[in-house]
């Protein structure tokens, strides 16, 4: 049987970036436990909607947890309470009937916040156009097993190409730091051949430019770790300390 | 010059505190080698002091890189520390998933404290040292004064706490991370601080309980 729950919830509204923002209580009644966390925030839409308000604006695309689009702070913590899970796959049975859910925005520094829920994570994007990919010549087609990688490297490799760019990890750092982000997208290609040839100047103009978009340093205080809807380890900001300092110690 | 790009990057800084960090980690250890001597007796404490400062140009020279480099450890430390006040607070919902250590929370302040006690302690041993007192006898007087031990104490205490956090964060910032070695470096967090704790803390508290009826 489908077992339903009612729901009071606390919601940042925010016009737009320059408006200020405010908390606006809404109940929510017969939410069915089986609704993920943005088919909920649908139902109070289409709510809100009838009752000529203006619908709460949040980002969301695949709603299976693989694009990144997706993401708000749900009762103090990134994409919700649910390990590795994406606000979009985090399903309404996690709560109780009568909890009061509190929800806002990713916030940091460098993610203007556009409309309520919806930041704009850009700056994320420019740390990528900094250098967070391989120049490749135009040419004949290389055979794609011409250069040998082993299984162990290409599956560390793949662990940080795992991140979906969601900020997650900036949004959960008492620093609101990018560097899970960044360590994630220097690690993937400086562990495979493919990325050796500029890996030095990709670490350092990747770090430089995600100090120019505001984002805070490393605290080591683990929390982006356990946000992370892919579950990326810390060990690729430690590979990213490591490129960083090869980079300017040895670096052209 | 490539030294100050470096240092105005969120990673620079890191590394410079990780780098100081050691280095006054490695001073730490032989100065607790150095005082360790007081529990084998005066005799042997004044002959290591002795020995010491056997060599005055050496003392000084190094003296002043330490100097340097502990004004390093604090300077940039200070800048962290404003530069996070800034970016700190922003839910209404305030929750950690990791509850974080006590310890990785009070970095800058219990990093202000041990800035204190060295003031304390440098004047006390080094510049104010009475004429004519020998070293062996000045810890003895010092701690016999039962707020002076605790002074101490807390102190190392506080340094404890400060190592606790700093240790493996020292590490990860070097980039040593490795599943291979994690399980080690978070016993030696643990225990590295504590063996500091114990043979520093242990000498007032040697002298304050009585122990030291025979130094």
Same mark, same amino acid.
């Given at each position: 049987?489908?077992?339903?729950?009612?729901?009071?919830?606390?919601?940042?509204?925010?016009?737009?970036?320059?408006?200020?923002?405010?908390? %606006?209580?809404?109940?929510?009644?017969?939410?069915?436990?089986?609704?993920?966390?943005?088919?909920?925030?649908?139902?109070?839409?289409?709510? @809100?909607?009838?009752?000529?308000?203006?619908?709460?604006?949040?980002?969301?695309?695949?709603?299976?947890?693989?694009?990144?689009?997706?993401?708000?702070?749900?009762?103090?913590?990134?994409?919700?309470?649910?390990?590795?899970?994406? @606000?979009?796959?985090?399903?309404?049975?996690?709560?109780?009937?009568?909890?009061?859910?509190?929800?806002?925005?990713?916030?940091?520094?460098?993610?203007?916040?556009?409309?309520?829920?919806?930041?704009?994570?850009?700056? @994320?994007?420019?740390?990528?156009?900094?250098?967070?990919?391989?120049?490749?010549?135009?040419?004949?087609?290389?055979?794609?097993?011409?250069?040998?990688?082993?299984?162990?490297?290409?599956?560390?490799?793949?662990?940080?190409?795992?991140?979906?760019?969601?900020?997650?990890?900036?949004?959960?750092?008492?620093?609101?730091?990018?560097?899970?982000?960044?360590?994630?997208?220097?690690?993937?290609?400086? @562990?495979?051949?493919?990325?050796?040839?500029?890996?030095? %100047?990709?670490?350092?103009?990747?770090?430089?430019?995600?100090?120019?978009?505001?984002?805070?340093?490393?605290?080591?205080?683990?929390?982006?770790?356990?946000?992370?809807?892919?579950?990326?380890?810390?060990?690729?900001?430690?590979?990213?300390?490591?490129?960083?300092?090869?980079?300017?110690?040895?670096?052209? | 010059?490539?030294?100050?790009?470096?240092?105005?990057?969120?990673?620079?800084?890191?590394?410079?505190?990780?780098?100081?960090?050691?280095?006054?980690?490695?001073?730490?250890?032989?100065?607790?080698?150095? &005082?360790?001597?007081?529990?084998?007796?005066?005799?042997?404490?004044?002959?290591?002091?002795?020995?010491?400062?056997?060599?005055?140009?050496?003392?000084?020279?190094?003296?002043?890189?330490?100097?340097?480099?502990?004004?390093?450890?604090?300077?940039?430390?200070?800048?962290?520390?404003?530069?996070?006040?800034?970016?700190?607070?922003? #839910?209404?919902?305030?929750?950690?998933?990791?509850? &974080?250590?006590?310890?990785?929370?009070?970095?800058?302040?219990?990093?202000?404290?041990?800035?204190?006690?060295?003031?304390?302690?440098?004047?006390?041993?080094?510049?104010?040292?009475?004429?004519?007192?020998?070293?062996?006898?000045?810890?003895?007087?010092?701690?016999?004064?039962?707020?002076?031990?605790?002074?101490?104490?807390?102190?190392?205490?506080?340094?404890?706490?400060?190592? &606790?956090?700093?240790?493996?964060?020292?590490?990860?910032?070097?980039?040593? &991370?490795?599943?291979?070695?994690?399980?080690?470096?978070?016993?030696?967090?643990?225990?590295?601080?504590?063996?500091?704790?114990?043979?520093?803390?242990?000498?007032?508290?040697?002298?304050?309980?009585?122990?030291?009826?025979? #130094?």
């Amino acid at each position: 049987m489908m077992s339903t729950i009612d729901l009071t919830l606390k919601i940042w509204r925010q016009k737009n970036s320059d408006a200020l923002g405010d908390f %606006e209580t809404y109940i929510l009644r017969d939410i069915s436990t089986d609704m993920s966390f943005l088919e909920m925030i649908d139902v109070l839409n289409e709510q @809100l909607t009838r009752e000529g308000k203006e619908p709460v604006a949040f980002d969301h695309d695949c709603r299976e947890g693989i694009c990144g689009a997706c993401g708000a702070v749900v009762d103090g913590v990134a994409h919700g309470p649910d390990l590795e899970t994406t @606000l979009c796959q985090l399903h309404m049975r996690k709560f109780k009937s009568g909890d009061t859910i509190v929800i806002e925005p990713f916030r940091s520094i460098a993610f203007p916040i556009k409309k309520d829920l919806l930041v704009d994570r850009s700056a @994320l994007d420019r740390i990528i156009q900094a250098g967070g990919f391989v120049s490749v010549n135009t040419g004949g087609t290389v055979d794609g097993n011409s250069i040998p990688v082993s299984t162990e490297t290409a599956e560390l490799a793949m662990d940080a190409a795992s991140c979906i760019g969601c900020g997650a990890c900036v949004a959960s750092c008492p620093n609101g730091a990018a560097m899970l982000f960044t360590g994630a997208k220097i690690a993937q290609l400086s @562990l495979l051949p493919q990325g050796h040839p500029e890996r030095k %100047e990709r670490a350092r103009s990747m770090v430089t430019q995600m100090d120019k978009e505001g984002f805070g340093y490393c605290s080591n205080e683990k929390e982006c770790e356990l946000a992370c809807p892919k579950g990326i380890s810390i060990r690729n900001i430690a590979r990213m300390n490591r490129e960083f300092l090869k980079s300017f110690l040895l670096g052209e | 010059m490539w030294f100050l790009s470096f240092i105005k990057t969120s990673i620079g800084k890191k590394l410079v505190m990780a780098t100081s960090g050691l280095l006054l980690l490695s001073f730490l250890a032989i100065h607790a080698f150095g &005082n360790a001597a007081i529990y084998m007796g005066s005799k042997y404490f004044q002959i290591y002091a002795d020995f010491l400062h056997g060599f005055p140009v050496l003392v000084l020279i190094f003296g002043f890189g330490l100097l340097l480099i502990f004004l390093a450890h604090v300077g940039v430390g200070l800048l962290l520390f404003f530069e996070k006040r800034k970016t700190s607070s922003r #839910y209404d919902v305030e929750t950690r998933v990791v509850e &974080n250590t006590f310890a990785s929370r009070t970095m800058p302040y219990t990093g202000a404290w041990i800035f204190v006690f060295l003031i304390v302690h440098v004047f006390a041993f080094n510049f104010g040292k009475p004429e004519g007192v020998k070293v062996s006898m000045l810890v003895q007087q010092y701690f016999s004064g039962f707020f002076y031990s605790l002074f101490y104490i807390i102190s190392f205490i506080a340094l404890a706490i400060h190592l &606790n956090h700093g240790f493996w964060s020292m590490l990860q910032t070097f980039g040593l &991370n490795h599943p291979r070695y994690n399980k080690l470096i978070s016993t030696l967090t643990v225990a590295v601080p504590l063996i500091f704790l114990v043979i520093f803390g242990g000498i007032p508290i040697y002298f304050m309980t009585g122990s030291a009826a025979g #130094y």
